[in-house]
């Protein structure tokens, strides 16, 4: 499946560093999400555009910071992160809603393995 | 707190059996999605219920939605080896307009 793609796939970085997570979607849609997806705990969303605009927002600490350029790309740049924040984190991707973004199914991508250290 | 609960956490499941994973929520659902998550991979949708009483067959799988919609099962009957995975509801509560919630999941390991 390469309809939403995710880079890098892997990452190790320090608590200091300054890192950025790129989706890209070729699925035409116009809704992308962040998730974040913890060991025995559910998928948590961070983040929702839709019209490249940003419509959640959940509570998600100043630490990670989304970016949409167009419709097509997401990116979540990362800093000064902590080792809790070790995760996987998902982007997802779906046509856009009429009233509710959840009448349609979400794409996901392969995920980001973030090891914070 | 979570709005969207899934029992069980675990299922070992015998090849060739069959197994039955709930998602239940105390608020009325808008609708519901399942989703199925391999070993190593990502969510990977399965089917969305919409209407109270609905049911939905997928080959050996069946989705069913309660009457009052509060609550959703996913039945796999002659389980095999490629069921294995985590098996996800996610739904949009009236307490969560506009985006889905995520159940825990149910993850399944089979046996032969």
């Known amino acids: 499946e390469t309809g939403v793609t995710q880079t890098p796939r892997h990452l190790v970085m320090g608590m200091t560093n300054k890192k950025s997570l790129k989706c890209e979607q070729h699925?035409?849609?116009?809704?992308m999400y962040w998730y974040k997806q913890s060991a025995k705990k559910p998928l948590e969303l961070m983040f929702v555009?839709?019209?490249?605009?940003?419509?959640e927002n959940n509570s998600v600490p100043s630490r990670f910071s989304p970016e949409c350029p167009n419709s097509s790309h997401l990116f979540l740049h990362l800093h000064t992160l902590q080792p809790e924040d070790s995760a996987l984190y998902l982007c997802?991707?779906?046509?856009?809603?009429?009233?509710?973004?959840?009448?349609?199914?979400?794409?996901f991508g392969p995920g980001t393995r973030l090891t914070v250290t | 707190g979570q709005q969207v609960m899934q029992i069980p956490q675990y299922q070992h499941v015998q090849e060739g059996e069959d197994f039955t994973t709930y998602c239940n929520s105390s608020?009325?659902?808008?609708?519901i999605q399942w989703y199925k998550q391999r070993p190593g991979g990502h969510p990977v949708f399965l089917i969305q219920?919409?209407?109270?009483?609905e049911v939905k067959k997928q080959k050996r799988l069946t989705f069913q939605f309660g009457e009052a919609k509060k609550n959703s099962s996913l039945h796999i009957t002659a389980t095999q080896t490629t069921d294995v995975g985590t098996y996800f509801c996610?739904?949009?509560?009236?307490?969560?307009?506009?985006?889905?919630?995520f159940g825990a999941g149910t993850q399944v390991v089979v046996t032969p």
């Open positions: 699925l035409g849609h116009n809704a």
């Open positions: 608020t009325t659902l808008s609708n």
């Open positions: 996610a739904a949009e509560t009236t307490d969560s307009w506009g985006k889905l919630q």
């Open positions: 219920l919409v209407k109270s009483g």
């Open positions: 997802a991707s779906s046509q856009e809603g009429q009233g509710s973004l959840t009448l349609y199914e979400q794409y």
């Open positions: 555009y839709n019209f490249k605009e940003q419509t």
